[in-house]
């Protein structure tokens, strides 16, 4: 008998799917940073998706003027800013997949975030499913060969890393932030500045490459189906999940994107990998059953 889902299970499933969403825009902003300047690419990919949301937003009556009166949306798009720029910027210098696998260390980020913010426990089961998830990224981005962590990709991978802090702060002020606002209100918030932050990085630090009009299909692609949709999504799912179980959900980000990288930019997958992602699925659904 096919019954109602419940609400967290709605929350889980709108949270795995956005994740999917999201792990497909490493392969694309990869594929086009090679000749677009990544702050360029940033900005446009963000213009886009704020500009789709708040047609929503004006369609659906939900844009208000007492969203602009709140801090938490007017500070949104600068916490953001050291979530997209470090992230472009070190897809120039590392892989899709690898970047992607340092993003999921977010869930790390997250959990120490909300213990300090929030005081929410870290029960066994969540012990074991960070500490799972922590195993699987290892094996699948270094394959346990300390050599992994050296040569021209550190750069890249370390700015990553500082993309995943970033998420982990964006995640514990969403949960502040949907205390007053709606998820499509603080989902604009988080991008509505980001053009202008982005392109300020743009003229501060010389970068090569330009933007023309061959990035369009990308810059529509992530903007719209990689950024905007999966953070409503997953922003409002954070109302039945706890930011740390919500976190572990979306590894499936990294995991999604080491398939898409093998798959259309003949990136190495192997038996690391397979257990890698085993692991990762392993803990989401250990995570998933905690709340």
């Known amino acids: 008998m096919v019954t109602d889902l419940s609400p967290k299970t709605g929350a889980v499933l709108s949270t795995l799917l956005s994740s999917l969403m999201m ?3 490493y392969v694309a902003v990869k594929m086009q940073v090679g000749s677009t300047n990544p702050f360029l ?3 446009a990919t963000m213009a886009v998706g704020s500009l789709a949301l708040i047609l929503y937003m004006y369609w659906r009556r ?3 003027k007492a969203m602009l009166g709140r801090w938490e949306f007017w500070v949104a798009s600068l916490a953001n800013t050291f979530v997209v720029a470090p992230s472009y910027v070190g897809l120039t210098m590392t892989t899709a997949s690898a970047g992607a696998l340092i993003i999921g260390t977010n869930v790390i980020f997250v959990a120490f975030f909300s ?3 929030f ?3 870290l029960s066994l089961h969540r ?4 500490v799972l998830a922590m195993m699987g990224l290892i094996t699948l981005t270094t394959r346990w060969d300390p050599s992994a962590l050296e040569g021209t990709q550190m750069l890249g991978n370390l700015l990553m890393l500082t993309a995943a802090a970033g998420i982990g702060v964006v995640v514990i002020m969403s949960r502040v932030a949907l205390r007053t606002l709606r998820p499509e209100q603080w989902t604009l918030g988080l991008h509505a500045f980001l053009p202008a932050t982005l392109l300020a990085l743009f003229f501060l630090i010389p970068l090569e490459g330009s933007l023309n009009l061959t990035a369009l299909p990308v810059v529509m692609f992530v ?4 950024t905007t949709l999966p953070a409503v999504l ?4 954070l109302k039945h999940l706890s930011v740390v179980s919500s976190a572990t959900i979306l590894l499936c980000e990294s995991a999604f994107a080491v398939f898409l990288s093998w798959l259309f930019l003949d990136e190495s997958i192997d038996a690391f990998v397979a257990i890698g992602a085993v692991m990762i699925f392993s803990a989401i659904l250990i995570m998933a059953r905690t709340d």
């Open 41 to 43: 690419l940033g900005a």
């Open 234 to 237: 997953w922003i409002g799912a």
């Open 62 to 64: 939900i844009f208000t």
């Open 23 to 25: 792990g497909s825009s």
């Open 223 to 226: 903007g719209l189906l990689c």
């Open 127 to 130: 012990i074991v499913g960070l």
């Open 119 to 121: 005081r929410e426990s």
């Open 115 to 117: 213990r300090l913010a």
